[in-house]
Structures are given as structure tokens and as C-alpha cells.
């Protein structure tokens, strides 16, 4: 009868933090063979077992001697701290069993049981540094040519991944540590922050918060995992936390989103991802276009190559808009952590209140901010909606009003619809719809409401069919209120005032805003608001709902 190999990892160490099946299977095993520290790690869980414990460097005779005892028909139990299967005896022991011709169909039964490797213990203890991409190197140029370490440790730092280091330093090996510091520090800030931990969950469990440029005047040793942060890793009240990327869709510390649930995977909202924010089409088009640009003129053959910082910091401007990778180059030379945040700015943008011209030169400004990577959508209210993938949202809006524009948010604002008064020769109540926009623009409300401003009683601009309409009529205005503006039931706003004085217009329609503020449901339409209350300040809801026989919809009304 063969028996059975357990590969155990126990994880880091204490037994709350052991898996249950970790626990099973040392209690079900006949032998217990591990590192002589490991096995005192776990020396509570041991009844009867048989103990074959060694010292560092004797892994290779632990995996024959598990081999030869499982083959003999007992259950072996060879132990690792952390995950048997990273850095741990798991590969050791196939190996072994391979070079014997073992097969799972005829060889002793293996089951390597996982536990919680080095950099998660870690990481839990440190914030939650590993959020992202991340990868573990191990210092350890026993068994490694270290050549290949330091490759390994320069692809990883200029790809940007978060690092685990494992066995940093020991009493011997002492430079390791220091070339890992001086390579990283060739694509890293100096201010990346950086996690020292030592025994995590054990008695001695000891935590350092650093950075790339500092953690060498702190203790390291072979009982320490050094977790270094990539670019967009920050501190926050001693803990280093990683972002996954969530800020680029979501507002964190609001509970209505920008996108809903059935936009936020729509190509244009992801800008960054491998299609570019282009539909299928474009990116065929834009491809065959890169290829053409693609293609190396002679003269350039002959030129210097890139360095890997020089392409890393091409990637980043990709990434990041333009100057972000000469920002973050200019960052590294004055010491400072450069963390870019890329997410896609929305803003609407228009002439102006009553200006509906463009300049050429405001047009050339859009094309530049918008970039290629961007996107311009005309809208149905007098808008040009932007969505552009930016670090600097500041810069964006700063080159937007320097060349006129006015600008205001998206989603569920206030938005005045003027006219255009004629292109200005009907002026006499630009003044009042200034002052409303100056007043209300862009302030929240429980859902998009617009407020349609017309300069005369032909109305052209349609004011009575927005939300609320507000028409110059005679020297004095006339007020429209719940416009249905959507759906094919849609009826234009019911008029409930007449020759309102002009002095009184600005307050009546910042009195009738702040109450559906106050008192509308999230996501409640101005005109359904209406109809639920009853009444608006002193006007009452009379039904407007055409008086047809219409057939539902297939979607919406
Ligand atoms: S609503 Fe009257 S003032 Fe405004 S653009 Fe039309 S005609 Fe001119």
C-alpha cells in the first residue's frame, strides 16, 4: 500500500490564520517533516506524529526522506510557512518524486494544500498595498543566478507591478537588498511608499512604514517582507493603500454615480482600455492609421534606442495625457511622488448664455483639449458634451475658459436654455436670464432640469416645452410650468402666470428650484413632481397629458 504526501502550507504562522484543511491534514499525518522553526510553530497541533525536522539547506534530503516514508505507505506531512506552493516545498517534492518516475496514476498520493503566502499576511497588515498588478521576487541568489533577480527585479519596477520582496537579507547576504533599492530607484519615486514586515502574526511581528528612499535605515532581515508600492500607491493614516482604479468611473464619496449601472462598460467610458473608447469600426480606422505612422523612415534607423525609463515614461504620457510622462521624469528629479489619477472628465461647454457662435479659434481650442483620446457629443440643449481622459481636469477647464467658453456640469443639474434674443438685438431681457444662470447653473437637483428662457412671445426656442418655460412677453414675463419633455405622451409646460413684473422673475424661479429640491424624489422628473404635489408655490397641477389613446411603448413612454 503507498501512502500519501502533504504538502502543507500553515500560512504565517498563528493557528487562526491556518486553513482548516491545513489543521486536518497535520492531525491525519503519520510524520510531520519540516524546518526545525516551522515544526516548533506548530508544535501544539503534534499528538503522536513521528518528527523529522532539519536545518536551512537540508530541503533537498526533507523531500526524499517525505518520498521514501510515503512510498513506505504512511501519510507525510511535509510543512512550509506561508503557501506550500509559493517558495515552498511543493515544487521540491515533485520534483523528487519526477526524478523516481512517479505518476499520479501509480505514485503515492499527493495533495498540496494552500495556506496565506508571505506578501498577504503582509498586506493585510500594511493597509492594502496590493490592489493592483503586483508580483513577489525573492532575493535569494542561493539557487538563483542573480543576474536573472535583477532583470527580474528591473522588469517589474518599470512595468509598474507592486513588488513583495522575499528573503531580502540574511546574515550573508547583505548587498541584495541595496542593488533591489538602487534599480528600483532608477524608475520609482524616491517617496514610494514602502512596507517592512517582519514575523507578521507571530509573536515577534514587528511593522515599519518607510519609503524607497529610507527603508534601508530600518532593520531587514531574513524574517521581513518588503512590500514596495507602485506609481499610484499613497499613505493614509499609516496604512499604504493601492488604488484599484475605481475613482476613474466613480465618485467615492457620493451615492449617485456619474454613469449608470448601464453605461459604465460602454466603449466611451473607457478610454483607457485596449479599444481607445472607439467603437469597432473606429479602431480598425485609427489602427491603420498608427501602422502608417508606424513605419520607420530610414534616416531613423540609425538613431540611439530608447531607454526602458524613456519608454516607460512614453507609456505614461499615453496613459496620463501629454505631460505627464516630462511631469513625472521632472518628479523624479526633485524627489517627488508623482502618482497620476487618470479618469474621464464629463463637462458640458456652449458660447455662451445668449452667444450661440463659435470662433475658429475656440474650435481649434476644443480639438486640442479634447485630443484623440476624447470624446465630443453635440447634444439636443444648446451643449457640446466633452468626456476626456485626464490627470488634470484644472488645466482642461483653465484653456476652456481662457478661450470663452462657458462651462457646466452634466447629470442632474440645472440648465437655462436662452435663446438667442435675436443674436442679441432683442436684449431687453438678457439681463434677467444672466442672472438666472449666474444663480442656479449647474446646481444639483433630484433630476436634470431645464429651464427654457425665450425673448419674445414667438418662442422660437421653445421654451414652453422644457421643464419650466419662462417667455418676454409686453415688457413682462409669462411662466410655463411641467413640460412633459420626453416620451410620446409629451405635451408642452401648462401656463400658470402672466405678466410677471422683471425684478420679480430671478427670485420666483430660484423660489420654485429650491422647492423641488427640497421636496422632489431622486430621479423625479420636474413635471411628475408637479403632478404628485399638487402644487408649486401658488400654482396648481392641471393634467396636460394629451387626451389620446396611445399604445404602450416598447421602452419608456
Ligand atoms: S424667441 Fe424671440 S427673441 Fe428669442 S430668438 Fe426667437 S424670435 Fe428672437
Known amino acids: 500500500m503507498l501512502g500519501k504526501l502533504l504538502v502543507i502550507g500553515f500560512g504565517p504562522g498563528s493557528f487562526e490564520h491556518m486553513t482548516n484543511r491545513a489543521l486536518t491534514a497535520i492531525q491525519e499525518s503519520h510524520c510531520i517533516i519540516g524546518y526545525k522553526t516551522y515544526v516548533d510553530l506548530i508544535s501544539d497541533l503534534l499528538t503522536d506524529q513521528e518528527i523529522i525536522s532539519t536545518g536551512m539547506s537540508e530541503e533537498v534530503s526533507r523531500a526524499q526522506a517525505a518520498v521514501k516514508l510515503a512510498e513506505e505507505g504512511k501519510t507525510v506531512a511535509v510543512i512550509s510557512s506561508g503557501d506550500a506552493g509559493v517558495y515552498g516545498m511543493a515544487g521540491l517534492v515533485y520534483e523528487v518524486l519526477i526524478e523516481k518516475g512517479w505518476t499520479e496514476e ?239 472628465f464629463e463637462l458640458a461647454i456652449s458660447p455662451g448664455v445668449v452667444n450661440k457662435h463659435f470662433t475658429p479659434k475656440q474650435m481649434i481650442t476644443l480639438a486640442e483639449v479634447v485630443g484623440n483620446d476624447g470624446t465630443m457629443e453635440y447634444t439636443p440643449h444648446h451643449q457640446i458634451h466633452l468626456r476626456i481622459p485626464t490627470a488634470e481636469p484644472e488645466m482642461i477647464t483653465g484653456r476652456l475658459k481662457d478661450a470663452g467658453f462657458l462651462i457646466e456640469p452634466i447629470g442632474d443639474v440645472f440648465q437655462l436654455k436662452a435663446c438667442d434674443f435675436c443674436d442679441g438685438e432683442k436684449k431687453d431681457s438678457i439681463p434677467q436670464a444672466e442672472e438666472i444662470n449666474k444663480r442656479l447653473s449647474g446646481l444639483e437637483l433630484p433630476k436634470e432640469l431645464k429651464v427654457g428662457f425665450n425673448g419674445c412671445g414667438m418662442a422660437c426656442y421653445g421654451a414652453v416645452n422644457d421643464d419650466i418655460g419662462v417667455i418676454f412677453r409686453k415688457g413682462k414675463f409669462d411662466l410655463f410650468l411641467g413640460a412633459k419633455t420626453v416620451g410620446r405622451t409629451a405635451h408642452a409646460g401648462q401656463p400658470v402666470a402672466e405678466g410677471i413684473e422683471p425684478d420679480k422673475i430671478v427670485p420666483l424661479i430660484e423660489e420654485i428650484i429650491s422647492d423641488y429640491k427640497e421636496k422632489g424624489h431622486p430621479n423625479e422628473r420636474f413635471f411628475k413632481y408637479f403632478k404628485r404635489v399638487g402644487k408649486v408655490l401658488d400654482y396648481t397641477y392641471k393634467d396636460m397629458t394629451p387626451k389620446i389613446e396611445i399604445e404602450p411603448a416598447p421602452c419608456g413612454d
Request: charged fraction near 25%; aromatic fraction near 4%.
Open 106 to 344: 501509480t505514485g503515492v498520493s499527493v495533495e498540496v494544500v494552500p495556506g496565506v503566502s508571505a506578501s498577504n499576511s503582509c498586506a493585510s497588515l500594511l493597509g492594502a498595498p496590493i490592489m493592483h498588478d503586483s508580483c513577489t521576487i525573492s532575493l535569494s541568489d542561493h539557487l538563483t543566478p542573480w543576474k536573472l533577480i535583477e532583470k527580474r527585479i528591473e522588469a517589474a519596477a518599470q512595468a509598474d507591478f507592486v513588488i513583495s520582496l522575499y528573503n531580502p537579507k540574511s546574515g550573508r547576504r547583505t548587498r541584495q537588498i541595496q542593488e533591489a533599492q538602487r534599480i528600483l530607484l532608477t524608475y520609482r519615486s524616491p517617496n514610494t511608499p514602502v512596507g517592512l514586515v517582519k514575523s507578521a502574526y507571530r509573536e515577534r511581528q514587528h511593522i515599519v512604514i518607510t519609503d524607497l528612499e529610507n527603508m534601508l535605515d530600518h532593520d531587514i532581515g531574513m524574517l521581513t517582507t518588503v512590500v514596495i508600492g507602485n506609481s499610484s500607491t499613497f499613505l493614509y493614516d499609516n496604512k499604504l493603500i493601492t488604488p484599484r482604479g475605481y475613482q476613474r468611473k466613480y465618485t467615492l464619496d457620493k451615492t449617485e454615480q456619474r454613469l449608470k449601472p448601464h453605461e459604465r462598460l460602454r466603449h466611451e467610458n473607457e478610454p483607457w482600455a485596449l479599444h481607445q473608447g472607439k467603437k469597432e469600426d473606429e479602431q480598425i480606422q485609427k489602427k491603420s492609421q498608427t501602422r502608417k505612422a508606424e513605419a520607420v523612415p530610414a534616416s531613423k534607423v540609425s538613431e540611439p534606442m530608447e531607454t526602458s525609463l524613456d519608454l516607460a515614461l512614453e507609456a505614461l504620457s499615453l496613459v496620463a495625457g501629454e505631460n505627464a510622462g516630462a511631469r513625472a521624469n521632472e518628479g523624479q528629479k526633485k524627489n517627488e511622488i508623482y502618482n497620476p489619477v487618470v479618469s474621464v
